[in-house]
């Protein structure tokens, strides 16, 4: 049995960061530094430049995606304030404001540096938020609690120079068990938690990463101790910083400097700067969080008024969709489905007391956008069920086809083609608002939908049974916002498997084309054949014989097809200066 971990609150912020910040930005508005110089600044501190004139994109730092009420408090007041009243979580486990003037920003940091919370390397070539299974600890399958190791991997890089002016951006992610749960396998640095022994460790993997040229992680180390992992790290961020393209920043991810040095000579730097780090002294592993000793499970008769709450509509459809027990007999882990990640500023101060209320004290954020309170005693599920259900957050469907991962798109980001959001949200509407589809949607309910509004995979498409980027059409003088359809992309024990280029579909048409394959996977799967076995062996030609219909845009088709979703006007392509590259 896991312990019961005791209430942890992390703080990462540094109120000397903010004054730095101010500082640089009043050299900046006094002309003593460049624009360029000031932008690459203002990266490294979780400020990033928006499609809309003036408007700012701040993204907050969530380690291992772990919020305490001081944290969940301060980023509510930050959405209310200053980011139209909500946050987005994204596929790193961190929350973003978007619509942020830039004379806000030091407000909105003090804020949230009240709350233990930065956005210190939230951008920029830096080594980004670490991220981590929600469900380390808790899960049974869980080989053991993989996050107060990330923590420590957090604080050994944050704020660390030699960590944090690299030639790109840097990821690391840990899972706790051998499916690779947080996705390391497409990450910088992959460590999936391994006992060996008796002794814990980890199976690391490095230079993974998606964009428009994805990568599967090379192995680095098939297990190396909990106590070296600083030391694996850093040798790994080394290598980087003195190999990675400074030149040319669209080929800079480490995964260039593996493909270049090829996979021997990579390897063998990589074990001679790991010993080179060794023979310095290294660095000692310091846990941030010790367990605590296991504890009993919670008594089913004690006295407790949400023992006796009514079950309300709705909570056994929620209770089977949203909730596992836990490894450690008594508890449940939960799940709090959002829409497309948005969370409200009042869902935020809620849930800052729901935390401590129902469970450990805090809440997390997950790879797929959602929420998740853990360590919830079983007799107060229906007294959670109506709280949650009050603030909009009980939506049965966590994690299922229909909860559709998105990035922002065309909303807001000057390298998106087509609004994804929109995209996701109709493609949810029509799986659970269409009745004829409800046996399809019940059997293909394991199917990964994620929707990128560009060929970048911030909404990692490639890893998806089903996925779509953005893109566009020409239609004799006309364009049309299309999305390319990305099949049979998943994660298994061997790491990623990335999905095939099958055909393009307008995206008002990209809902019909969800639904088709969904059916089309109900009536021709192979008994006990999953949706992701479907997906990937789903034959190019078949899906396009499928779907190709829908594909045909010519003179005669519909005004309505040459627009996005939720837009009026016609499209257009609007393509900016990204900053991911700065």
């Known amino acids: 049995m896991s312990p019961l971990p005791s209430v942890y609150l992390p703080r990462f912020s540094d109120a000397r960061d903010i004054d730095e910040f101010v500082a640089t930005l009043t050299r900046f508005e006094n002309g003593e530094i460049s624009s360029e110089d000031f932008r690459r600044y203002r990266l490294t501190r979780g400020v990033y430049g928006q499609r809309q004139e003036g408007a700012q994109m701040i993204r907050v730092k969530l380690p291992q995606g772990v919020a305490a009420p001081a944290a969940l408090e301060a980023l509510a007041t930050v959405a209310d304030r200053w980011g139209h009243g909500f946050g987005s979580v994204t596929t790193r486990q961190n929350l973003q404001f978007h619509f942020v003037q830039m004379a806000d920003a030091e407000a909105a940091m003090r804020v949230l ?14 080594v980004r938020n670490v991220t981590c299974c929600p469900f380390a600890g808790v899960h049974a399958k869980a080989t053991f609690d993989v996050a107060p190791y990330g923590e ?17 951006k840097f990821k690391i992610a840990l899972s706790c068990g051998p499916k690779d749960c947080a996705f390391g ?89 790991y010993a080179a780090v060794k023979a310095r002294g290294g660095t000692a592993l310091d846990l941030a969080v010790v367990e605590p000793a296991p504890v009993a499970p919670p008594s089913d008769d004690a006295p407790d008024a949400d023992a006796s709450h009514p079950r309300g509509p709705g909570y056994l459809a929620w209770r089977a969709a949203n ?88 909303e807001s980001c000057n390298l998106a083609v087509t609004a994804s959001r929109q995209v996701g ?25 994620k929707v990128s509004g560009c060929p970048n995979s911030c909404g990692q498409h490639h890893i998806a049974d089903i996925g779509w980027h953005g893109a566009v059409r020409k239609v004799d003088d006309r364009s ?39 059916v089309a996977y109900t009536n021709d799967r192979a008994e006990g054949e999953a949706p992701s076995a479907y997906f990937a062996r789903l034959t190019n030609e078949a899906a396009t014989k499928l779907l190709g219909d829908l594909a045909v845009i010519d003179a005669t088709t519909p005004d309505e097809v040459f627009l996005d979703i939720g837009e009026e006007r016609s499209f257009k392509v609007a393509i900016g200066a990204g900053e991911c590259a700065a």
């Open 113 to 126: 540096d009240a709350g233990g919370v930065t956005t210190r390397e939230a951008c920029g070539n830096t």
């Open 152 to 168: 420590a991997i957090t604080r050994f890089l944050l704020r660390a120079e030699w960590a944090n002016s690299l030639p790109r």
């Open 185 to 273: 396998a497409i990450n910088d640095v992959g460590l999936v938690g391994r006992v060996v022994d008796g002794r814990r460790g980890f199976r690391m993997t490095v230079a993974g990463g998606l964009s428009t040229t994805p990568e599967n992680a090379v192995l680095f180390f098939d297990f190396v101790p909990v106590e070296d992992i600083l030391d694996a790290v850093e040798a790994v961020v080394r290598i980087f910083d003195r190999h990675g393209n400074r030149e040319n920043k669209h080929r800079a991810r480490l995964k260039y400097v593996a493909r270049k040095m090829g996979r021997e000579k990579f390897h063998a730097a990589l074990v001679e700067e």
């Open 323 to 410: 909730t596992f027990t836990q490894d450690q007999p008594g508890y449940t882990a939960v799940t709090a489905r959002l829409a497309l990640g948005h969370v409200t500023a009042h869902q935020l101060r809620e849930l800052a007391r729901i935390c401590v209320q129902y469970g450990e004290g805090s809440m997390r954020t997950t790879l797929d956008q959602n929420l998740a309170l853990r360590f919830v005693p079983h007799r107060k599920l229906p007294a959670l069920h109506a709280e949650l259900d009050a603030l909009g957050l009980a939506k049965p469907g966590a994690s299922t086809v229909s909860d559709v991962t998105t990035c922002p798109g065309a």
């Open 425 to 449: 949200a109709a493609i949810t509407a029509r799986l659970e608002g269409d009745a004829a589809l409800a046996d399809a949607v019940a059997a293909a309910k394991t199917t990964v939908i």
């Open 480 to 518: 049309a916002p299309v999305y390319q359809l990305h099949l049979g992309g998943g994660f298994d024990e061997q790491g990623a498997r990335f999905g095939r280029q099958v055909i393009k579909i307008p995206a008002r048409r990209v809902d019909e084309a969800v639904a088709r394959l969904l």
